[in-house]
Every structure is written in structure tokens, then in C-alpha cells.
């Protein structure tokens, strides 16, 4: 669940949802970005693998498109004088401070609902199923350790 604050009283004229979304999706794909590159790295030094070039491939691919999308969401922020100033994570979840056409505001989002929103993603990303009945038995098995 992700809460917002802003330092003003005229919330829904000055900041979007749409605004509010673009936030979002720039702190989940900066995050999904990392993860993907950072599994890349250990998928081509573990020397686990008898293909690695197979996964770097799929993972390479999802990062990609990551990069991508994270273009683009940038773009659209710049769009909407949205500047987003800080990222932080603790171990409740990840913040946001941000500036949008003057207007200071910050998004906080727990670790539950952000891995969630993040594997949901990543899956798609790479091409798999979406399923929520597969993801949660997923979830029950491992956790996603984020440390970026």
C-alpha cells in the first residue's frame, strides 16, 4: 500500500494520480532495472550454469525493456515538471520526495505491496505468467531481497 503527502492543502488540483502513478512506476522499474542487472552479473561469473547465455538472454531482454519503460517514464515526468529528488528504503518499505510543478510531496510504499507490484512486473517482463495463483505460492516459498 503506498501512502502520499504533500505539503499542500490543494491536493488533487496541484498532483495527478496519473502524476502520482508515473512516481510509482519510476521507483518500481528503478528498482526492477537493478535487480535484472544485478542477476545478469551473477548468472555469467556463478559458473552454475551449463547455458548461462540462455538466461543472460531472457534477463537481458527483461532488462531492456526496463531501461526502456524507465526512458520513457523520465520522459513523461520531465513532461509534468515532476522531479523526483529522493529515494530511500528502509526496512518498512521505499520513500519517495519529490517536487511537482513546485509542489513538495513524498510517497512512501511498503515492502509487501512493492515486491508484490515488482514481481507481477518482472514476470511479465520476462515473459511468464502472471497468474495470481501462482504467485502467491511463490511469495510463501522466498522472499524478494531488495538492497539497492
Not at 551473477?42 to 532488462?63: N, W
Not at 513524498?106 to 507481477?120: K, T, V
Request: net charge neutral; glycine share 4%; hydrophobic share 40%.
Amino acid at each position: 500500500m503506498a501512502t502520499t503527502k504533500l505539503n499542500t492543502s490543494i491536493i488533487d488540483e496541484e498532483v495527478t494520480k496519473e502524476e502520482l502513478s508515473l512516481v510509482r512506476s519510476y521507483l518500481l522499474l528503478t528498482f526492477i532495472h537493478k535487480v535484472f542487472e544485478r542477476d545478469c552479473r551473477v548468472i555469467s561469473r556463478s559458473g552454475l550454469f551449463k547455458t548461462p547465455q540462455l538466461y543472460m538472454e531472457l534477463v537481458s531482454g527483461a532488462t531492456k525493456k526496463t531501461s526502456l519503460m524507465l526512458q520513457e517514464v523520465t520522459r513523461e515526468l520531465s513532461s509534468h515538471d515532476l522531479k523526483i529528488t529522493t529515494v530511500r528504503q528502509d526496512q518498512r518499505g521505499v520513500e519517495a520526495l519529490y517536487s511537482c510543478r513546485g509542489f513538495q510531496g513524498e510517497m512512501n510504499i511498503l515492502w509487501p505491496g512493492f515486491r508484490r507490484e515488482m514481481m507481477l512486473r518482472m514476470r511479465a517482463y520476462l515473459g511468464l505468467s502472471t497468474e495470481l495463483s501462482i504467485l502467491s505460492r511463490e511469495e510463501n516459498a522466498s522472499e524478494l531481497a531488495l538492497t539497492i
